[in-house]
């Protein structure tokens, strides 16, 4: 498996697969990789016939008093895991190689990258579509795989690669959790003992409402208050969202119905922030709904 570190060397890598008509695969990542990761390589290898992943902790998503320095980085361990996989190659550039001296184009998806994670952390999704629509234009790849973890990241890059005309077809991946029900994050690694028991709140809250919503609780308030109201039964959560939005525009709605909703999470532990989602989506004319954790 090929390790590549520059711009120029990727993109021969890539007009190689195209010559031989590969049919390639872009699982974006950085690095700390874990089963999350790893099954979204396995889903681009049933689909693909060449899958690279590209390691890179992305400095332009990441606010002044956030945790660029301290984000875990474990890439011998990560290149091991993705050569086990199957991996093609991996592009693991330098931040100067994505952002070289007098760098100032940057890539704004407006209205989606306002809300919540974009009101808490300004700036984050510019940095997000920026860094993967270089990607898409470094690589090439037919198909790129996200987890649906990060759901507001995978809309704003949904909306980009709509309204740019991208080629690359966007594939939305299962969450993927723990056995205990914590959502996989590379970010777990910093809780303590006792953050990590108490995070497993995030998935009772969102059991609690998945339950009230299929016996038929239908007002998103009542069920943004259960939300509220479980997780402040853990003392170590201090909750920084718990809402329930369109799965499309992510506005507030209220109440569930015909269109899928997401019920979001963003909770502190300590300094570290999880999020965790339950995707809920009516099936057929008689009101019925399908939640997804």
Known sequence: MEIIRTVSWMKEAARGSRAENHVTGLVPTMG????GHLSLVRRARTECSRVFASIFVNP??????????????????????LEAEGVYAVFAPEPKEIYPP??????????????LEGKTRPGHFRGVATVVLKLFEIMQPVHAYFGRKDA????VLQQMAADLNLDTNL???????EPDGLALSSRNVYLSAEERRGALVLYRALGALRDAAVA??????????????????EPLARVDYATLVDAETFEPVAVLGGRPTYALLA??????RLLDNLLIEPVGP?????CSL
């Not at 007098?102 to 809300?115: A, P």
């Not at 008689?286 to 399908?290: A, K, T």
Request: glycine share 8%.
């Open 32 to 35: 700390a990789l874990h089963e």
């Open 152 to 155: 507001q990241q995978v809309r």
């Open 60 to 81: 332009a998503q990441f606010g002044a008093n956030e945790d660029l320095a301290k984000y875990p980085r474990t890439f011998e361990e990560d290149v091991a895991k």
């Open 286 to 290: 008689s009101g019925e709904l399908f």
């Open 267 to 272: 909770v502190y532990f300590g300094k570290t």
């Open 102 to 115: 007098g760098f100032s184009t940057y890539v704004t998806v407006e209205g989606l990258s306002d809300r």
């Open 171 to 177: 594939v939305v991946c299962p969450l993927v959790r």
């Open 216 to 233: 038929g609780e239908r007002s998103a308030p009542r069920l943004q208050q259960l939300l509220v109201d479980t997780i402040a039964h």
